[in-house]
């Protein structure tokens, strides 16, 4: 990556970071609901057999309750869980309760990797991903380690959507070659079908 780049990232990292961060407890879990409200209306979402949603941290999108509720109504649930931060490997890992994520690797919760948990990307109906800034393409700006990007990269995009406060959409991000986009956008205001998907 370019220097001038990795700067524009980092800028657009700090700015929305900082605006979500200015986001409560009370007004997240608001927020999040809302966008629960706006999953459940997929299509896509109500015949997943097989949903991956992230553990959230800081001010993300809360999924606890999500997860919950996908697990109460018969789904199966993997979440991201990463071997170690020097290979950055991110495997799906199914869990049966929010307690079987009890470990904490680059500050994200996770649970162990066992060989019998992992699910093949392939048998994922539906993935749930995080970001601090999504655009109109379906670009995505994240912590800036690679992770999500590595792991979708043959992912179909119909299959991926993006979970987001709705200041946090803008209409261009700075992207590069490697970078992967989602083909919808949830916000607690509307459903943002990529175009082209």
Do not use: H
């Not at 649930?77 to 079987?100: G, T």
């Not at 699910?119 to 800036?144: M, Q, S």
Request: with cysteine; net charge positive.
């Amino acid at each position: 990556m370019n220097d001038c780049l990795e700067l524009e990232k980092r800028k657009v990292r700090y700015k929305f970071l900082a605006i979500r961060n200015g986001v409560g407890p009370a007004l997240a879990a608001a927020y999040s609901a809302d966008i629960f409200v706006e999953i459940k209306k997929l299509s896509l979402y109500r015949k997943a057999k097989t949903v991956m949603f992230y553990l959230s941290s800081g001010s993300e999108v809360v999924t606890d309750f999500m997860v919950n509720s996908a697990l109460d109504n018969g789904k199966t649930v993997v979440v991201p869980a990463i071997e170690n931060s020097e290979n950055r490997k991110m495997y799906a890992v199914k869990i049966s309760r929010l307690e079987d994520a009890c470990q904490s690797v680059c500050g994200i919760r996770q649970p162990g990797i066992s060989p019998r948990d992992i699910v093949e990307k392939g048998d994922v109906d539906l993935v749930f991903v995080p970001g601090i800034a999504f655009d109109a393409r379906g670009y995505r700006t994240g912590y800036g380690k690679g992770y999500y990007d590595r792991w979708l990269k043959s992912v179909p995009l119909e299959k991926t959507v993006g979970l987001a406060y709705d200041f946090q959409i803008t209409d261009k991000l700075p992207t590069e070659e490697y970078d992967i986009p989602v083909g919808v956008i949830i916000t607690e205001k509307r459903i943002m079908q990529i175009e082209g998907i």
